[in-house]
């Protein structure tokens, strides 16, 4: 099931009336005489939900469509300019200051989630920016000119209409606060209920140096284990050591196996395991009697034709039962009703000081910092190059106009 399938809501009403000053009864009735009476829904504070002129909110906009299924994300992908979308009664019109991507952006294009969903639709599950329309609905829990950052599909939009129940206000439109959305919540819920994590075991982190790994890292550290993490470079496993790493373990200057084998004999208690294919061969090899490896991805297969690595799934179950260890599949839209849980402990940490949330904006790519919808494409590229150190975040407008009401 697809995260768009999961999250969706019912339905929307599109918010009648855009614009425009007090109306009497009459004027309403195109010329038939009655008595002018109060409205239901006072159109008179219409301009409050949607005022186009005053947000300084264009009529037309950029977003990102998956026009074809494909893993290759820049064949399925095709930015195109298209009418800004009207929030219905539940919903915000969110204008995007920075979105988020993730290793699962290629799974979605090329149709993975759900079969059922057909091109051409929207892609991007992650933003934060600025309330600049909202319907009635909304307008009890979220103002005109806020800051929010949400899970929701279609955030790969200059504007992205939100379902109001889905944002998070937050105290500005910092890119970190993306961080929390999908990559930090995988981690802190993933380890909560499928880690059960004990004071003094190994956890081994992979990819422990990327958007979601960099969690991973702390909240077993806070949890009083001692924790491995795998990462391709030396500035990487100096960043690692700085959140709290106990063994970073560079994997281009030393062999992961060898390291495990020797420093760990008895295993690993817990595996938070990414990457997939030979890496998972050898988290499985490395469990300690009564290991948990817990499978949030496999990104070394997503490019592939079947976007999976190849894994000697004909010994595992030998393999679990000699050790009693298990293997657990990890994907959050099955583990919303922890969500908020997840996301309340996780800002009150950013709020103390005691959660780094490191972001990649594309400041040492070769071309630059990742800025405008244009640059999600390069984005993608940098994540699958393994280039990134912490969440990879593009920049998709600065911040809003100085003649913005906003």
Sequence with gaps: MSVSSLLRTSGRRAFGVIGGGRRSGSDLLSGVHVVPRRSIIDLSYSTHFMDFKGSSIPSSMQKLTVTRLSQHFKEAVCLNTVPVP????????????????????????????????????????????EVVGLGLSASARHTIGETVAYFSDGAFAEYTVVPAKKAMAVPSAKPEFLTLLVSGATAYIALKRLGELTEGETVLVTAAAGGTGQFA?????????????????????????????????????????????????????????????????????????????IVIGFISGYQSASGVATVKGGTLPIKLLQKSASVRGFFLPHFLRDYQEALGSMMQMVAQGTL???????????????????????????????????????????????????
Excluded: M, W
């Design 356 to 406: 780094v949330c490191e972001v990649d904006c594309g400041d040492q790519a070769q071309e630059g910092r990742f800025v405008g919808l244009e640059s999600v494409f390069r984005a993608v590229d940098h994540l699958y190059a393994g280039k990134n150190l912490g969440k990879v975040v593009v920049e998709v407008a600065p911040a809003p106009f100085a003649s913005s009401k906003l």
């Design 217 to 293: 890292v702390q909240f077993a550290k806070r949890a009083g284990c001692h924790v491995v993490g795998t990462c391709s470079t030396d500035e990487k496993a100096g960043f690692l050591k700085s959140i709290g790493c106990d063994r970073p373990v560079n994997y281009a200057a030393e062999d992961l196996g060898q390291v495990l084998r020797k420093e760990y004999p008895k295993g690993v208690d817990v595996v938070y395991e990414s990457v997939g294919g030979g890496v998972f061969d050898l988290a499985v090899n490395s469990l300690a009697t009564g290991g948990r490896l």
């Design 86 to 129: 009207t929030p219905g009664d539940g919903d915000l019109l969110v204008r995007n200051r920075f979105v988020g991507i993730n290793a699962s952006d290629i799974n979605y294009s090329a149709g993975r989630y759900d079969p059922s969903l057909k091109p051409p639709f929207d892609c991007g599950f992650e933003g934060v920016g």
